[in-house]
Nanobody, 121 residues
Framework: QVQLVESGGGLVQAGGSLRLSCAAS????????MGWFRQAPGKEREFVTA??????ITFYTDSVKGRFTISRDKNTVSLQMNSLKPEDTAVYYC????????????????WGQGTQVTVSS
């Protein structure tokens, strides 16, 4: 049974930092891309970032470029979020797909349960 378990969410003031992690289990994800989506209240879930199986390819949505950094170590993916803004407030979901390009396009094979990130102004 595949499981994606996120951790690291919380409440932070604007300008602060948080680090999210997602541990995948139940199969080997070495050949899969991993990434993050988020969903703010009243909005659709949106792509945030993805990293390829090798870690050599990364994608970011424009609004987080220069502030967020994705990394991975085998079956664990992390998201370092700096210079957080109130508009980054959302539930963040870990996601897995066969390619980073596919994740960026919204195709997801597996979802995590989500972790809340709240940025106060």
């Amino acid at each position: 049974q595949v499981q994606l378990v996120e951790s690291g969410g919380g409440l932070v003031q604007a300008g602060g930092s948080l680090r999210l992690s997602c541990a995948a289990s139940g199969r080997t994800f070495g050949t899969y891309a991993m990434g993050w989506f988020r969903q703010a209240p009243g909005k659709e879930r949106e792509f945030v970032t993805a990293i390829s199986d090798s870690g050599g390819i990364t994608f970011y949505t424009d609004s987080v470029k220069g502030r967020f950094t994705i990394s991975r170590d085998k079956n664990t993916v992390s998201l370092q979020m700096n210079s957080l803004k109130p508009e980054d407030t959302a539930v963040y979901y870990c996601a897995v797909q066969s390619s980073a390009t596919g994740l960026r396009a919204g195709g997801v094979n597996y979802w995590g349960q989500g972790t809340q990130v709240t940025v106060s102004s």
